[in-house]
Protein backbone atom coordinates (compact mmCIF):
# COMPACT_ATOMS: atom_id res chain seq x y z
CA UNK A 1 0.00 0.00 0.00
CA UNK A 2 1.57 3.10 -1.09
CA UNK A 3 -0.90 5.62 1.29
CA UNK A 4 -0.96 3.28 4.59
CA UNK A 5 1.99 2.30 6.48
CA UNK A 6 1.38 -0.66 9.02
CA UNK A 7 3.85 -1.91 11.64
CA UNK A 8 3.07 -5.16 13.62
CA UNK A 9 3.86 -3.94 17.38
CA UNK A 10 3.26 -7.55 19.16
CA UNK A 11 1.27 -10.53 18.16
CA UNK A 12 0.80 -14.00 19.87
CA UNK A 13 3.38 -15.39 17.22
CA UNK A 14 6.21 -13.61 19.09
CA UNK A 15 5.77 -14.88 22.50
CA UNK A 16 2.93 -12.81 24.33
CA UNK A 17 -0.33 -12.25 23.70
CA UNK A 18 -1.39 -9.10 21.29
CA UNK A 19 -2.74 -7.84 18.46
CA UNK A 20 -0.97 -4.59 18.62
CA UNK A 21 -0.88 -2.45 15.49
CA UNK A 22 0.60 0.48 15.00
CA UNK A 23 -0.96 2.25 11.61
CA UNK A 24 0.15 5.74 9.74
CA UNK A 25 -1.21 7.60 6.70
CA UNK A 26 -0.82 11.17 5.82
CA UNK A 27 -2.81 12.51 8.35
CA UNK A 28 -2.64 10.82 11.18
CA UNK A 29 -1.30 7.61 13.50
CA UNK A 30 -3.39 5.29 15.33
CA UNK A 31 -1.86 2.36 17.53
CA UNK A 32 -4.94 -0.48 17.71
CA UNK A 33 -4.90 -2.61 20.71
CA UNK A 34 -2.05 -1.64 23.23
CA UNK A 35 -2.12 -4.40 25.51
CA UNK A 36 -0.33 -7.82 26.13
CA UNK A 37 -0.95 -10.23 28.65
CA UNK A 38 1.39 -13.69 29.69
CA UNK A 39 0.75 -17.09 27.73
CA UNK A 40 -0.84 -19.50 29.46
CA UNK A 41 0.17 -22.30 31.81
CA UNK A 42 0.41 -24.81 28.78
CA UNK A 43 2.28 -22.69 26.10
CA UNK A 44 5.53 -24.99 25.70
CA UNK A 45 8.21 -22.47 27.16
CA UNK A 46 9.55 -21.90 30.34
CA UNK A 47 7.36 -19.64 32.94
CA UNK A 48 10.61 -16.78 33.00
CA UNK A 49 10.80 -16.37 29.21
CA UNK A 50 7.10 -16.11 28.68
CA UNK A 51 8.00 -13.18 31.74
CA UNK A 52 10.34 -11.66 29.46
CA UNK A 53 8.10 -11.82 26.51
CA UNK A 54 5.27 -9.86 27.93
CA UNK A 55 8.18 -7.42 29.22
CA UNK A 56 9.17 -7.25 25.99
CA UNK A 57 6.11 -6.57 24.60
CA UNK A 58 4.50 -4.09 26.94
CA UNK A 59 8.28 -1.85 25.68
CA UNK A 60 7.58 -2.42 22.04
CA UNK A 61 3.49 -1.22 22.76
CA UNK A 62 4.87 2.03 24.87
CA UNK A 63 7.76 3.06 22.51
CA UNK A 64 4.80 2.58 19.32
CA UNK A 65 2.67 4.40 21.70
CA UNK A 66 5.34 7.71 21.42
CA UNK A 67 4.52 7.41 17.21
CA UNK A 68 0.76 7.45 17.74
CA UNK A 69 -1.83 10.56 17.79
CA UNK A 70 -4.67 8.05 18.44
CA UNK A 71 -5.27 4.77 20.52
CA UNK A 72 -8.21 2.59 19.33
CA UNK A 73 -9.46 0.46 21.92
CA UNK A 74 -12.09 -2.48 20.75
CA UNK A 75 -12.60 -4.44 24.34
CA UNK A 76 -11.30 -4.53 27.72
CA UNK A 77 -9.06 -7.58 27.97
CA UNK A 78 -5.52 -6.62 29.24
CA UNK A 79 -4.06 -8.66 25.97
CA UNK A 80 -6.01 -5.52 24.04
CA UNK A 81 -5.38 -2.54 26.31
CA UNK A 82 -3.16 -1.61 29.26
CA UNK A 83 -4.46 -0.23 32.79
CA UNK A 84 -2.70 1.74 33.22
CA UNK A 85 0.31 3.34 32.24
CA UNK A 86 -0.76 6.97 31.84
CA UNK A 87 2.48 7.40 29.49
CA UNK A 88 1.03 5.50 26.34
CA UNK A 89 -2.27 7.65 26.97
CA UNK A 90 -1.34 11.30 27.20
CA UNK A 91 -1.78 13.55 24.91
CA UNK A 92 -4.44 11.16 22.91
CA UNK A 93 -7.50 10.92 21.40
CA UNK A 94 -8.97 7.40 22.57
CA UNK A 95 -11.14 5.77 20.47
CA UNK A 96 -12.95 2.74 22.77
CA UNK A 97 -15.40 0.45 22.99
CA UNK A 98 -18.09 1.81 24.46
CA UNK A 99 -18.26 0.44 28.25
CA UNK A 100 -21.82 1.13 28.85
CA UNK A 101 -23.74 -1.47 26.51
CA UNK A 102 -22.64 -4.53 24.81
CA UNK A 103 -20.15 -5.87 27.33
CA UNK A 104 -19.91 -8.81 30.19
CA UNK A 105 -19.79 -7.57 33.81
CA UNK A 106 -15.96 -8.25 33.87
CA UNK A 107 -14.96 -6.09 31.12
CA UNK A 108 -17.11 -2.89 32.83
CA UNK A 109 -15.63 -3.49 35.99
CA UNK A 110 -11.90 -3.51 33.86
CA UNK A 111 -13.19 -0.38 32.00
CA UNK A 112 -14.58 1.40 35.67
CA UNK A 113 -10.96 0.96 36.94
CA UNK A 114 -9.48 2.33 33.34
CA UNK A 115 -11.58 5.60 33.09
CA UNK A 116 -10.83 5.73 36.76
CA UNK A 117 -7.22 5.93 36.51
CA UNK A 118 -7.17 8.07 33.17
CA UNK A 119 -9.30 10.77 35.05
CA UNK A 120 -7.18 10.82 37.91
CA UNK A 121 -3.93 10.81 35.88
CA UNK A 122 -5.35 13.91 33.75
CA UNK A 123 -7.20 15.59 36.12
CA UNK A 124 -7.43 14.63 39.30
CA UNK A 125 -10.66 13.65 39.70
CA UNK A 126 -12.62 9.94 40.29
CA UNK A 127 -14.92 8.25 37.99
CA UNK A 128 -17.69 8.24 40.48
CA UNK A 129 -17.95 12.46 40.43
CA UNK A 130 -18.06 11.97 36.79
CA UNK A 131 -20.93 9.39 36.55
CA UNK A 132 -24.15 10.23 34.39
CA UNK A 133 -27.77 8.59 35.44
CA UNK A 134 -28.76 5.13 34.06
CA UNK A 135 -30.59 5.82 30.38
CA UNK A 136 -33.40 3.00 29.74
CA UNK A 137 -33.66 2.22 26.45
CA UNK A 138 -34.19 -1.41 24.60
CA UNK A 139 -31.31 -3.19 23.12
CA UNK A 140 -31.38 -5.51 20.22
CA UNK A 141 -31.08 -8.93 20.32
CA UNK A 142 -27.87 -9.38 18.05
CA UNK A 143 -28.59 -12.46 16.80
CA UNK A 144 -31.22 -11.10 15.04
CA UNK A 145 -28.70 -9.36 12.74
CA UNK A 146 -27.00 -12.57 12.17
CA UNK A 147 -29.09 -14.19 9.08
CA UNK A 148 -26.39 -16.54 7.76
CA UNK A 149 -25.30 -18.00 11.14
CA UNK A 150 -29.34 -18.21 11.71
CA UNK A 151 -29.84 -20.50 8.72
CA UNK A 152 -26.99 -22.87 8.86
CA UNK A 153 -27.80 -26.30 9.09
CA UNK A 154 -26.45 -27.99 12.35
CA UNK A 155 -27.62 -31.40 11.28
CA UNK A 156 -27.21 -33.81 14.14
CA UNK A 157 -26.00 -31.16 16.33
CA UNK A 158 -28.71 -28.57 15.43
CA UNK A 159 -31.16 -29.69 18.77
CA UNK A 160 -27.88 -28.95 20.85
CA UNK A 161 -27.12 -25.44 19.08
CA UNK A 162 -30.94 -24.62 19.97
CA UNK A 163 -30.74 -25.07 23.33
CA UNK A 164 -27.30 -23.18 23.74
CA UNK A 165 -28.86 -19.70 21.90
CA UNK A 166 -32.26 -19.89 24.11
CA UNK A 167 -29.69 -19.99 27.15
CA UNK A 168 -27.33 -16.94 25.63
CA UNK A 169 -30.48 -15.38 24.64
CA UNK A 170 -31.39 -15.46 28.32
CA UNK A 171 -28.52 -14.47 29.67
CA UNK A 172 -28.15 -11.14 26.63
CA UNK A 173 -31.31 -10.06 28.33
CA UNK A 174 -30.04 -10.26 31.94
CA UNK A 175 -27.25 -7.95 30.56
CA UNK A 176 -29.25 -5.75 28.66
CA UNK A 177 -31.43 -5.35 31.87
CA UNK A 178 -28.38 -4.46 33.80
CA UNK A 179 -26.95 -2.14 31.51
CA UNK A 180 -30.21 -0.34 32.47
CA UNK A 181 -29.73 -0.15 35.67
CA UNK A 182 -26.01 1.22 35.98
CA UNK A 183 -25.34 4.60 35.85
CA UNK A 184 -23.19 5.36 32.49
CA UNK A 185 -19.53 6.08 31.81
CA UNK A 186 -19.53 9.44 30.08
CA UNK A 187 -17.13 9.91 27.17
CA UNK A 188 -14.43 12.35 28.63
CA UNK A 189 -12.61 15.39 27.75
CA UNK A 190 -9.37 15.49 30.31
CA UNK A 191 -6.65 18.04 30.19
CA UNK A 192 -4.21 15.58 28.56
CA UNK A 193 -6.55 13.30 26.65
CA UNK A 194 -10.15 12.66 25.27
CA UNK A 195 -12.25 9.82 24.97
CA UNK A 196 -15.02 8.89 22.38
CA UNK A 197 -16.84 5.49 22.62
CA UNK A 198 -16.57 3.91 18.86
CA UNK A 199 -18.65 1.47 18.07
CA UNK A 200 -20.75 2.14 14.72
CA UNK A 201 -19.02 5.48 14.30
CA UNK A 202 -16.34 6.85 11.45
CA UNK A 203 -14.25 9.52 12.95
CA UNK A 204 -12.29 11.66 9.65
CA UNK A 205 -9.09 13.16 10.08
CA UNK A 206 -8.17 14.71 7.33
CA UNK A 207 -8.46 12.67 4.48
CA UNK A 208 -8.45 9.70 6.32
CA UNK A 209 -11.00 7.34 7.61
CA UNK A 210 -11.43 5.32 11.17
CA UNK A 211 -14.41 3.50 10.78
CA UNK A 212 -15.37 1.15 13.74
CA UNK A 213 -17.70 -1.71 13.63
CA UNK A 214 -21.48 -2.43 15.47
CA UNK A 215 -20.43 -4.45 18.74
CA UNK A 216 -19.73 -7.85 17.37
CA UNK A 217 -19.47 -11.33 19.42
CA UNK A 218 -16.11 -12.28 20.72
CA UNK A 219 -16.27 -15.21 19.32
CA UNK A 220 -19.29 -17.92 19.20
CA UNK A 221 -22.75 -16.33 19.63
CA UNK A 222 -23.73 -15.41 22.89
CA UNK A 223 -20.14 -15.50 24.24
CA UNK A 224 -19.80 -14.96 27.47
CA UNK A 225 -16.60 -12.88 27.35
CA UNK A 226 -18.40 -9.86 25.57
CA UNK A 227 -18.54 -8.10 22.39
CA UNK A 228 -15.83 -6.81 20.45
CA UNK A 229 -15.32 -3.92 17.77
CA UNK A 230 -13.29 -4.10 14.52
CA UNK A 231 -11.73 -1.23 13.32
CA UNK A 232 -10.96 -0.21 9.53
CA UNK A 233 -8.31 2.73 7.98
CA UNK A 234 -9.02 4.21 4.49
CA UNK A 235 -7.51 6.25 3.16
CA UNK A 236 -6.58 7.43 -0.87
CA UNK A 237 -8.80 3.98 -2.22
CA UNK A 238 -6.50 1.77 0.47
CA UNK A 239 -8.50 -0.27 3.44
CA UNK A 240 -6.75 -1.73 6.26
CA UNK A 241 -8.65 -4.04 8.40
CA UNK A 242 -7.97 -5.70 12.05
CA UNK A 243 -11.07 -7.89 13.03
CA UNK A 244 -10.38 -7.99 16.89
CA UNK A 245 -11.33 -10.69 18.40
CA UNK A 246 -13.89 -12.76 15.86
CA UNK A 247 -12.06 -15.78 17.03
CA UNK A 248 -12.11 -17.22 13.55
CA UNK A 249 -14.00 -15.30 12.82
CA UNK A 250 -16.42 -18.37 13.93
CA UNK A 251 -19.52 -16.61 12.84
CA UNK A 252 -20.27 -16.28 9.00
CA UNK A 253 -21.81 -13.07 8.79
CA UNK A 254 -18.82 -11.31 10.82
CA UNK A 255 -16.83 -13.14 7.99
CA UNK A 256 -19.32 -11.90 4.54
CA UNK A 257 -18.95 -8.49 6.44
CA UNK A 258 -14.72 -8.29 6.19
CA UNK A 259 -15.42 -9.80 2.69
CA UNK A 260 -17.98 -7.18 1.54
CA UNK A 261 -15.47 -4.43 2.78
CA UNK A 262 -12.42 -5.78 0.78
CA UNK A 263 -9.91 -4.82 2.63
CA UNK A 264 -6.67 -4.29 0.65
CA UNK A 265 -4.65 -5.30 3.94
CA UNK A 266 -6.04 -7.57 6.50
CA UNK A 267 -4.81 -8.51 9.90
CA UNK A 268 -7.64 -10.69 11.57
CA UNK A 269 -7.58 -12.89 14.76
CA UNK A 270 -8.18 -16.88 14.68
CA UNK A 271 -9.43 -19.97 16.14
CA UNK A 272 -8.19 -20.62 19.47
CA UNK A 273 -7.05 -24.15 18.69
CA UNK A 274 -5.51 -24.81 21.91
CA UNK A 275 -8.76 -24.73 23.54
CA UNK A 276 -9.87 -27.68 21.68
CA UNK A 277 -12.07 -29.55 23.18
CA UNK A 278 -12.46 -27.64 26.13
CA UNK A 279 -13.96 -24.39 24.76
CA UNK A 280 -13.73 -24.68 20.99
CA UNK A 281 -15.70 -27.79 19.94
CA UNK A 282 -14.81 -29.33 15.92
CA UNK A 283 -17.92 -27.82 14.71
CA UNK A 284 -16.83 -24.42 15.55
CA UNK A 285 -13.29 -24.94 14.37
CA UNK A 286 -15.10 -25.90 11.12
CA UNK A 287 -16.73 -23.22 10.55
CA UNK A 288 -13.71 -21.12 11.21
CA UNK A 289 -12.34 -22.60 8.47
CA UNK A 290 -14.38 -22.42 6.50
CA UNK A 291 -14.62 -18.37 7.14
CA UNK A 292 -11.40 -18.08 6.59
CA UNK A 293 -10.83 -20.18 3.32
CA UNK A 294 -14.05 -17.79 1.76
CA UNK A 295 -12.00 -14.77 2.69
CA UNK A 296 -8.78 -15.53 1.53
CA UNK A 297 -11.22 -16.34 -1.82
CA UNK A 298 -12.68 -13.46 -2.05
CA UNK A 299 -11.13 -10.22 -0.82
CA UNK A 300 -8.31 -8.28 -3.09
CA UNK A 301 -5.58 -8.74 0.20
CA UNK A 302 -2.47 -10.81 -1.00
CA UNK A 303 -0.84 -10.03 2.55
CA UNK A 304 -3.13 -11.48 5.29
CA UNK A 305 -1.90 -11.10 9.18
CA UNK A 306 -3.86 -14.43 10.35
CA UNK A 307 -2.33 -14.40 14.22
CA UNK A 308 -3.80 -13.83 17.81
CA UNK A 309 -5.32 -16.90 19.68
CA UNK A 310 -4.37 -19.11 16.26
CA UNK A 311 -0.42 -19.47 17.08
CA UNK A 312 -0.79 -20.43 21.40
CA UNK A 313 -0.34 -24.12 20.32
CA UNK A 314 2.19 -26.41 17.95
CA UNK A 315 -0.86 -27.92 15.75
CA UNK A 316 -2.54 -24.87 14.86
CA UNK A 317 -1.12 -24.95 11.80
CA UNK A 318 -2.20 -28.33 11.55
CA UNK A 319 -5.36 -27.60 12.45
CA UNK A 320 -6.05 -24.78 9.74
CA UNK A 321 -4.28 -26.64 7.03
CA UNK A 322 -7.15 -25.54 4.55
CA UNK A 323 -6.73 -22.16 5.11
CA UNK A 324 -3.00 -22.29 4.11
CA UNK A 325 -3.51 -24.57 1.25
CA UNK A 326 -6.46 -22.18 -0.15
CA UNK A 327 -4.19 -19.24 0.06
CA UNK A 328 -1.56 -20.84 -1.73
CA UNK A 329 -4.14 -21.72 -4.50
CA UNK A 330 -4.87 -18.04 -4.78
CA UNK A 331 -1.14 -17.04 -4.63
CA UNK A 332 -1.81 -14.99 -1.27
CA UNK A 333 0.21 -14.56 1.43
CA UNK A 334 -0.88 -15.53 4.86
CA UNK A 335 1.46 -15.54 7.85
CA UNK A 336 1.91 -14.99 10.98
CA UNK A 337 2.99 -11.51 12.16
CA UNK A 338 6.61 -13.62 13.78
CA UNK A 339 6.62 -15.12 10.28
CA UNK A 340 6.25 -11.40 8.25
CA UNK A 341 8.70 -10.04 10.36
CA UNK A 342 11.11 -13.10 9.30
CA UNK A 343 11.55 -14.64 12.92
CA UNK A 344 9.86 -18.20 13.54
CA UNK A 345 6.27 -18.14 15.63
CA UNK A 346 7.40 -18.45 19.33
CA UNK A 347 5.49 -21.32 19.90
CA UNK A 348 6.97 -23.51 16.83
CA UNK A 349 10.40 -22.79 17.82
CA UNK A 350 10.27 -23.45 21.52
CA UNK A 351 8.08 -26.68 20.43
CA UNK A 352 10.81 -27.69 18.55
CA UNK A 353 8.95 -27.78 15.46
CA UNK A 354 9.13 -25.74 12.34
CA UNK A 355 6.22 -24.07 10.57
CA UNK A 356 8.02 -25.40 7.36
CA UNK A 357 7.10 -28.99 8.43
CA UNK A 358 3.58 -29.00 7.30
Known amino acids: MRNIEFELVWFDSLGAKSACTLVKTPDTSILIDPGAAEMQPGFPAPKKLKRRWLE ?14 VIAITHYHYDHF ?3 DEEIY ?12 YINDSQRGRAEGFYDSLARAFAGRRLE ?10 YPDPLEDLPIARSRDYGDYASRKRELLRKGRE ?8 WNRLRRIPELN ?17 DTAIKFSKPEFH ?77 VRNVDAELIIYDHHLPREPRYRERVREVYETAEREAKKVMTAAEFLGKEPAVLLHAGKSSRAF
Open 129 to 138: ELLRPPRRRS
Open 219 to 295: GIEYARVGWVISVEIIHGGEKLIHTSDLEGPVIEDQAERIVRENPSLLIVDGPSTYLIPYMLNMINLRRAIENMRRI
Open 171 to 178: WFLKRAEK
Open 190 to 206: LPECRVRFADSRTFRIG
Open 56 to 69: EARAAIKSASEKAE
Open 90 to 101: RGKLILAKNPNE
Open 82 to 84: TDF
